[in-house]
């Protein structure tokens, strides 16, 4: 309604309180096979983006980011999302950390012209990581023959079933390499002659928000409420722009929106175990940084 009645109301008597639309970026990054789980995506997080930076009186749009990383496209992704429409929409885009910011949610954060943090945030995880299990032993234990049939001979590298080859290893890790390389870029560019000199920024290690404002990484330590009224004054209103989500959401065609289709019960149950392993995989991630 405020908005309909600034494009009516004459812009001297609408007083000089400046509204800011908040989006909340949470969780992993990773693409949802599960309709009960929303990880962070460019698919998930596309939409409410465009409704912040659509708020055409707004002269910035204001982030909150709550993540342990993940995956580096998506990641990449989201960033040049939020850069793209900062440029095409002539706006700032602040960044506020919370718990943290790491790998691939400080990818996402280098998308601020400023980011600010709580002194215990965690920030940092400039590096990348893959991570597996070997079940080589337990299969030939309880009787089981692994058999793989492949045309191309590299087709079935790092299979978890069969032992790990060195050659398979040095392969992963030269694509590692190259992503590393993309992801420090990414923050010279960003980041530019305010990183401090130091051996370990670029090591995969990771720091307090504190630590990370001298490193570089951050600008500031702060909340989101009183940098903002800071910056745009005492009457500045902070607009949460959401999007509807979950499990009786308006995808799964229930609750007034369609009839639910006869696979609906498969599709949630195959849903639900997606979601379980997703859960396990996210919880790995968060307790890397010990949360």
Do not use: C
């Not at 962070?40 to 709550?66: D, M, Q, T, W, Y």
């Not at 069969?162 to 040095?170: H, I, L, R, S, T």
């Not at 504190?210 to 009224?229: P, T």
């Amino acid at each position: 309604m405020r908005r309909i009645l600034s494009r009516v109301v004459p812009k001297r008597l609408r007083g000089d309180a400046v509204t800011i639309p908040v989006v909340r970026l949470a969780g992993a990054i990773m693409p949802s096979n599960s309709p009960m789980r929303q990880n962070l995506s460019l698919a998930s997080v596309a939409g409410v983006l465009e409704k912040a930076f659509a708020v055409s009186e707004a002269p910035a749009v204001a982030i909150a980011i709550n993540s342990p990383g993940g995956s580096p496209v998506q990641a990449r992704l989201i960033y040049k999302r939020i850069r793209d429409m900062a440029e095409e929409k002539d706006k700032k885009v602040f960044v506020f950390v919370e718990d943290v910011a790491a790998s691939g949610g400080y990818m996402i954060a280098l998308a601020g012209d400023e980011i600010i943090a709580d002194p215990s945030s965690i920030v940092g995880s400039i590096g990348v990581v893959s991570a597996g299990f070997g079940f080589q032993e337990m299969i030939r234990k309880i009787g089981v023959e692994r058999r793989v049939h492949t045309a191309g001979r590299n087709k079935a590298i790092l299979d978890p079933f069969q032992p790990e080859k060195k050659a398979d290893v040095e392969r992963l890790k030269a694509l590692q390499l190259e992503i590393h390389e993309i992801f420090i870029d990414m923050v010279k560019a960003r980041r530019g002659a305010r990183l401090a000199d130091d051996p370990d920024l670029f090591t995969g290690l990771f720091w307090t928000g504190g630590r990370g404002v001298a490193l570089g990484l951050v600008d500031g330590i702060g909340d989101m409420r009183s940098f903002l009224k800071e910056r745009y004054g005492e009457k500045t209103r902070l607009s949460l722009i959401t999007q509807p989500r979950g499990l009786f959401g308006r995808k799964l065609g229930v609750f007034g929106s369609g009839p639910a289709s006869p696979e609906f019960g498969a599709s949630l149950a195959s849903g639900a175990a997606a979601g379980l392993l997703e859960a396990v995989e996210e919880q790995a991630l968060w307790r890397r940084f010990g949360l």
